[in-house]
């Protein structure tokens, strides 16, 4: 089902800090949302989650940047996938999570430990899995693999690509990392000081780019030459 969501705006004490935005998203796009830091992604992913789930949209579920703002450091990791099952309004079935756990690869954690009880990158891990628990229609990632090295955030984004493969899932992916989204990303929008000023295929605003914030980005690299 392809997403479309109008008039999304934010601001803070008086100051616009999300210009009123549409956005239009098809079944199984991978879209990049990037941008200089401050210029507005992780306000337009919220009140984009925001607004779908006031609509109604109970298929977006997102993925935070640090797996310590979606994991509570005094409860079990099996505690977090009984109450995102709940969430989802899913009974527990150990046949999904087994499928999920072994996409993320995993399968050796002990659900029985608390977060710190796992590596960071496992965690991590752990989160998307949540996340993908009810197949949903929009998965938002703001720069969840930030907080990774970077064999490790290239694996993650790799398991996680693989599990989406045959499903209808779309992803939009927030991220500073320009190298990231334009590997993986098949669009790309661009933010500025509160507003989309691009938003094409990714060759496209990597190869041509019309707006100082997409040519600065792509500034001293030639992304579209780099090993993915
Ligand atoms: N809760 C808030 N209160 C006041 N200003 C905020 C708040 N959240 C974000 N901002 C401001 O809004 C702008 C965009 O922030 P943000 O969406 O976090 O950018 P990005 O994710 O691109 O780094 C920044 O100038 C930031 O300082
Ligand atoms: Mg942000």
Same mark, same amino acid.
């Given at each position: 089902?392809? &997403?479309?969501?109008?008039?999304?705006?934010?601001?803070?004490?008086?100051?616009?800090?999300?210009?009123?935005? !549409? =956005?239009?998203?098809?079944?199984?796009?991978?879209?990049?949302?990037?941008?200089? *830091?401050?210029?507005?992604?992780?306000?337009?992913?919220?009140?984009?989650?925001?607004?779908? $789930?006031?609509?109604?949209?109970?298929? %977006?579920?997102?993925?935070?940047? *640090?797996?310590?703002?979606?994991? +509570?450091?005094?409860? *079990?990791m @099996?505690?977090?996938w009984?109450?995102?099952?709940?969430? *989802?309004?899913?009974?527990?079935?150990q046949a999904r999570r087994q499928e999920l756990f072994a996409a993320l690869r995993i399968e050796g954690g +002990?659900l029985?430990?608390?977060?710190?009880?796992?590596?960071?990158?496992m965690?991590?891990r752990f %989160? &998307?899995a949540m996340?993908l &628990?009810? #197949?949903? +229609?929009?998965? =938002?990632?703001?720069?969840? #693999?930030? @907080?990774?090295?970077?064999?490790?955030? @290239?694996?993650?984004?790799?398991?996680?690509?693989?599990?989406?493969?045959?499903?209808?899932?779309?992803?939009?992916?927030?991220?500073? !990392?320009?190298?990231?989204?334009?590997?993986?990303?098949?669009?790309?929008? /661009?933010?500025?000081?509160? $507003?989309? /000023?691009?938003?094409?295929? #990714?060759?496209? /605003?990597?190869?041509?780019?019309?707006? !100082?914030?997409?040519?600065?980005?792509?500034?001293?690299?030639?992304?579209?030459?780099?090993?993915?």
């Amino acid at each position: 089902m392809t &997403i479309t969501v109008s008039g999304l705006s934010a601001s803070h004490s008086g100051r616009t800090i999300l210009q009123e935005t !549409d =956005v239009t998203i098809r079944p199984r796009e991978r879209i990049g949302l990037v941008g200089a *830091s401050g210029s507005g992604k992780s306000t337009l992913g919220h009140a984009l989650i925001d607004k779908l $789930r006031a609509q109604g949209e109970r298929s %977006v579920a997102h993925v935070p940047q *640090s797996p310590d703002e979606a994991l +509570d450091p005094l409860r *079990s990791m @099996a505690f977090h996938w009984r109450e995102a099952e709940r969430a *989802s309004g899913l009974a527990p079935d150990q046949a999904r999570r087994q499928e999920l756990f072994a996409a993320l690869r995993i399968e050796g954690g +002990d659900l029985r430990k608390r977060p710190w009880g796992w590596s960071r990158g496992m965690q991590q891990r752990f %989160v &998307i899995a949540m996340a993908l &628990i009810g #197949t949903p +229609d929009l998965l =938002v990632m703001d720069e969840p #693999t930030s @907080a990774l090295d970077p064999v490790v955030a @290239a694996s993650t984004m790799s398991l996680l690509e693989n599990y989406l493969s045959d499903r209808q899932t779309a992803l939009l992916l927030i991220t500073h !990392d320009l190298g990231l989204a334009a590997c993986r990303m098949d669009r790309l929008m /661009v933010m500025q000081t509160g $507003r989309i /000023v691009e938003d094409a295929p #990714t060759q496209k /605003v990597l190869s041509a780019p019309k707006t !100082d914030a997409a040519r600065s980005l792509c500034l001293h690299r030639s992304w579209l030459e780099l090993p993915c």
